[in-house]
């Protein structure tokens, strides 16, 4: 019998043990997938953004909203800079870029490795190929933890299984049904982090196109949240960074049979009288040019053209041939370009869960379970969702921390 199982070999379960085993406990990482951390490889697009130096709670959500204010019991002005050291302690120094902040190397595989290795140094033990499929109670201080291989016992359980976003790299939400297992609810589960879809005609010319600009979410005539930054046109829909933080609310909206709208501001440093005015201009100084050739001055070509079809305006006309209501019309629509919302992408796609283990449920200076004593719970698996910049790893190492210095 061990000290702590612990279910998950990701980023809060592997911090969770390094915190208990280097405090004596005997603990046993119980990681479904062939290797842990797989998720953690995948980060940042392999070079794992594990921190942001602009913290604060307004980055982080819950679909319990009455319950966000909690959040700030676990996250606080000093986290970055308390995992930051943490790190550089494991042997991985960090390099910050706008706040971000990555291994110093530019590898996520450097920061897992780290981790497994501390976690080991201290006593620990990790077995992989293992899924959770049952567990018992069977004293107050004994827990039957059982696989698909055999069954394990321990005083105490920590469930760190991550939660629904990239089923592939290991969180297929079975946390979820182990977590309801032991008594706990577990509200709505949607993909957040991820692309938005549309059914827009002609849509599918503008994939690939990039702009920066300014994005905004509307359900009847309401503002839900507004990003600006990148832009990215697909296929599909709409994807980048501004995109993926306007995603949860979208879902969440669409969840309840809300149409959203997506508003799009491509000229954020104009306003729309100031970007007439320039176009103005355009047709004393180049009135020869085409309208199109000299709208894509302003913003891509695939993305001006498309505009211009929107209005009805033929792209081959001479700017000076663009009459006045037709330049305010044009200014108008890069100012406030709107498109209806659909869909998410599915989890598949999504880089985290928005939903989860209500916070109420758990007690906060431990990551005790209120449901279930003995049982703690971490990470993706609790219904807390950040944006992007490396604040969802953040929430995963300090309950992890948390966990594993009271157990």
């Not at 319990?64 to 930051?84: A, D, L, M, Q, V």
């Not at 291989?149 to 760190?160: F, T, W």
């Not at 509200?187 to 549309?198: E, I, K």
């Amino acid at each position: 019998m061990v000290d702590v199982i612990i279910v998950g070999g990701g980023a809060s379960g592997l911090v969770c043990g390094i915190e208990a085993a280097g405090r004596g406990r005997r603990c046993l990482i119980l990681e479904q997938k062939e290797k842990a951390g797989k998720k953690l490889y995948a980060t940042g697009n392999g070079r794992c953004n594990f921190a942001n130096r602009h913290v604060s709670l307004s980055c982080y959500h819950s679909v319990c909203e009455e319950t966000e204010p909690e959040i700030g019991r676990i996250i606080t002005p000093k986290s970055c800079r308390e995992t930051e050291e943490f790190f550089r302690k494991l042997g991985i120094p960090a390099v910050e870029r706008e706040g971000y902040l990555y291994p110093r190397s530019g590898q996520a595989g450097a920061l897992v490795h780290a981790l497994e290795q501390a976690y080991r140094e201290y006593g620990g033990e990790l077995r992989c190929n293992e899924t959770v499929k049952d567990i018992v109670w069977l004293g107050e201080h004994e827990i039957r933890v059982t696989t698909q291989n055999q069954s394990y016992y321990g005083k105490r359980l920590v469930l760190a299984t991550g939660g629904m976003a990239s089923p592939n790299l290991g969180s297929d939400g079975s946390g979820y049904q182990l977590a309801r297992h032991i008594g706990h609810t577990v509200t709505t589960c949607l993909p957040a982090l991820c692309g938005l879809t549309c059914k827009e005609p002609g849509w599918n010319r503008l994939q690939g196109v990039r702009t920066k600009g300014m994005a905004a979410l509307w359900r009847d005539g309401v503002l839900l949240c507004r990003d600006s930054g990148e832009i990215q046109f697909t296929g599909y829909g709409v994807s980048g960074i501004v995109i993926f933080n306007l995603s949860r609310y979208a879902g969440i909206e669409l969840e309840h049979g809300n149409p959203v709208t997506l508003l799009m501001d491509f000229f954020p440093e104009y306003t729309k009288e100031a970007l007439t005015e320039q176009l103005k201009q355009m047709q004393k100084v180049c009135g020869y040019r085409t309208l199109l050739s000299v709208w894509s001055g302003y913003l891509p070509d695939k993305l001006a053209g498309y505009l211009l079809g929107r209005l009805g305006i033929p792209d081959t006309l001479p700017i000076a041939a663009v009459t006045l209501k037709q330049l305010k019309a044009l200014a108008a629509l890069g100012k406030s370009f709107s498109i209806s919302i659909t869909g998410e992408k599915g989890f598949s796609e999504a880089q985290v869960t928005a939903g989860g283990i209500p916070l109420k449920e758990i007690q906060l200076d431990t990551m005790e379970s209120r449901i279930r004593p003995g049982c703690y719970l971490l990470g993706e698996l609790l219904d807390v969702d950040g944006c992007c910049g490396g604040y969802n790893l953040l929430w995963a190492w300090e309950t992890g921390r948390r966990a594993g210095s009271q157990i």
